[in-house]
């Protein structure tokens, strides 16, 4: 697991006049969440989270190093959410959790898929991809940042399992194993299970939590 640092500052005014304010400095509203006290209102530089974004697929980890007066502190965090303004594409607001090292999370892992299945080269066959993502129950520290999925032993009819996937003792896989990441089918039935595979990955889509949502142009993050 790869953690990315993030500098911030302690806000010390509220409000929808010092969120413009500081927006035109180049920097953005903030909050960092912890369950043993309460939230903590912090500035950030806006392009510094977007580079940091692009950087990075999924399950980003962020040490917050917060400014506090003449004191400074480090935390270990997840990016929730981040609210965009739709028409400009402009960052508005983020939210930060913090995260225990030491205490078991849930992710959803992305699946990479490689090579170039027999099934399709030799066979005319489709390959389609049921799942691209897993979820996996596993400390920060042990989580990867994607799962490898080789697909070039596949013949047309076979299918790679979740209980295909080797993921070590240190992960536990949360998926049902005998669900279905990809599998190679007939061309000639190819249009209809394909559409199965596109209502799948937009159910997925729905149900994932999404690092980046817009904003509605008529409430603005504080």
Do not use: T
């Given at each position: 697991m790869e953690i990315s640092e993030l500098k911030a500052s302690v806000r010390q005014e509220y409000g929808k006049g010092p969120a413009r304010r500081l927006r035109s400095r180049g920097l953005m509203p903030a909050v960092f969440y912890t369950p043993r006290a309460e939230s903590i209102p912090l500035a950030i530089h806006t392009l510094d989270l977007k580079n940091l974004l692009k950087r990075r697929e999924e399950n980003v980890f962020i040490k917050l190093i917060i400014a506090d007066n003449e004191k400074s502190f480090d935390k270990i965090t997840q990016i929730k959410d981040v609210q965009?303004?739709?028409?400009?594409?402009?960052?508005?607001?983020?939210?930060?959790?913090?995260?225990?090292m030491d205490q078991k999370l849930h992710f959803d892992l992305p699946v990479h898929f490689t090579g170039t299945s027999i099934g399709v080269s030799d066979e005319g066959g489709e390959l389609l991809h049921l799942k691209r993502e897993i979820k996996v129950l596993c400390l920060p520290m042990k989580l990867p940042e994607y799962v490898e999925?080789?697909?070039?032993?596949?013949?047309?009819?076979?299918?790679?399992?979740?209980?295909?996937?080797?993921?070590g003792e240190d992960i536990t896989v949360l998926d049902h194993g005998d669900t279905a990441i990809a599998t190679v089918i007939a061309s000639?039935?190819?249009?209809?299970?394909?559409?199965?595979?596109?209502?799948?990955?937009?159910?997925?889509?729905?149900?994932?939590?999404?690092?980046?949502?817009?904003k509605t142009p008529e409430k603005e993050a504080e």
């Open positions: 965009v303004e739709p028409v400009s594409g402009n960052f508005l607001h983020a939210d930060f959790y913090e995260i225990s999925l080789d697909v070039s032993a596949l013949h047309v009819g076979e299918s790679i399992k979740v209980d295909d996937l080797q993921l000639r039935v190819a249009p209809e299970l394909k559409e199965e595979e596109e209502k799948e990955e937009e159910a997925q889509a729905q149900a994932a939590p999404e690092i980046i949502k817009q």
